[in-house]
């Protein structure tokens, strides 16, 4: 065997000043990386989706497929003081089997100043198609729920909340 050499020795200090040094230049290099703006997703606050939009908010969740009112039942309260916490339950009548299930549960408000509110995708392994939530929502308005089924068949079905203090404020 040759002569054994033993390691440099390295201090605490110097240790620390190479680690500070690679932090920084990492942190140098993250900040001269460009982000991409994001797109601006809420109006200015207390704007109200114009019916125009909420039409196309509809029509990119259902395409051209004209809704049936009726097979869903909703439960929301009249009246709701906190629009930022609105409860809603959906249920879809449906057996839901592999030939007849509900494939998607859209939600729509129609006053938010972004109208989709959610989407559910469902499946016959759910067993039932129901969904319970909380909601924003901006002033008083009718909410609409949209359930896609795999007959190619929407249902419809709307309820009005009356909120007192606007939950999209911000």
Known sequence: MGPSRAAPAIDRRALLRGGAGLAGAGLATIALVPI????????????????????????????????VDGGIVLHA??????????????????PMTVADH???????????????????????ANGRAQVTLRMRLAAKQTVVVLAELSTGTVR???????VKVGGCLS
């Open 156 to 162: 419809r079905a709307a309820v009005v909340i009356d």
């Open 102 to 124: 509900v494939r998607a549960i859209h939600i729509v408000a129609t006053a938010n100043p972004t109208p989709d509110v959610a989407t559910y995708r469902l499946g016959p």
């Open 36 to 67: 991409p703006a994001a797109p601006a997703l809420a109006a200015a606050p207390g704007a109200v989706a114009a019916p125009g939009t909420v039409a196309a908010a509809i029509r990119a969740l259902i395409g051209d497929a004209e809704p």
């Open 77 to 94: 309260p009249e009246a709701a003081e906190n629009g930022a916490v609105v409860p809603l339950t959906v249920a879809v009548d449906s």
